[in-house]
């Protein structure tokens, strides 16, 4: 749950849809801002609306910058991260979807994602039924999955959001660190297969 990664959701889903069946998608999630318990500072919030301006300028998608106005805001990731890996989980093949709701969600509607009803609600609109996600979602187990991956994406050197990774026969290999249109995040992809 990065802006960035907002505004690259939209270049993901059109990387998969072109490369349909020649490409496997899978979202990894890094615990940036994740069991954040401060709330944020003037500081904080300036730096992130700077962030966002410079995301809106670049892909032209909207904010709400109402939420700099919330008073007292802990910026925690980790329901929102856990609740997509719950998605990957039950219907991987929905992940980018309701990813790309979640990001609309918190960054274009104004809505609290730490908010467990918020994240019922969403995935309920792809058919998720509640109790099914909410039993997962609240398991020591999907607990305990959510904190491997963040140091599985520590591990891989995964440090800045988005990040994208290519398996190769040599293993994983990073073709892009941070926002690339999607032209030139095909011609990284088209490079490193063909090198690999």
């Not at 994740?34 to 609306?49: F, G, I, M, N, Q």
């Not at 274009?108 to 908010?115: F, M, S």
């Not at 994240?119 to 020591?140: P, Y």
Request: negative net charge; contains cysteine.
């Amino acid at each position: 749950m990065c802006a960035w990664c907002y505004g690259f959701t939209p270049v993901v889903r059109r990387l998969k849809a072109l490369w349909h069946r020649r490409l496997q998608v899978q979202v990894l999630f890094g615990d940036l801002h994740a069991h954040a318990t401060d709330s944020l500072e003037r500081v904080d919030k300036d730096y992130l609306a700077g962030s966002w301006h410079h995301v809106q300028k670049q892909v032209n998608l909207p904010f709400d910058y109402r939420f700099f106005t919330k008073q007292n805001y802990v910026y925690n990731t980790e329901p929102a991260c856990r609740a997509l890996l719950c998605v990957r989980l039950l219907r991987p093949v929905l992940t980018l979807e309701v990813l790309r709701a979640f990001h609309s969600a918190f960054y274009a509607d104004g809505l609290d994602l730490k908010d467990t009803a918020v994240l019922v609600h969403l995935v309920g609109l792809f058919g998720i039924r509640e109790n099914l996600f909410l039993a997962l979602f609240e398991s020591e187990e999907i607990m305990g999955q959510m904190e491997e991956e963040f140091d599985y994406v520590d591990r891989i050197g995964a440090t800045t959001f988005p990040s994208v990774y290519v398996q190769t026969g040599q293993g994983l290999e990073k073709i892009a660190q941070g926002y690339v249109p999607l032209d030139e995040l095909e011609q990284r992809l088209l490079q490193t297969l063909e090198s690999g």
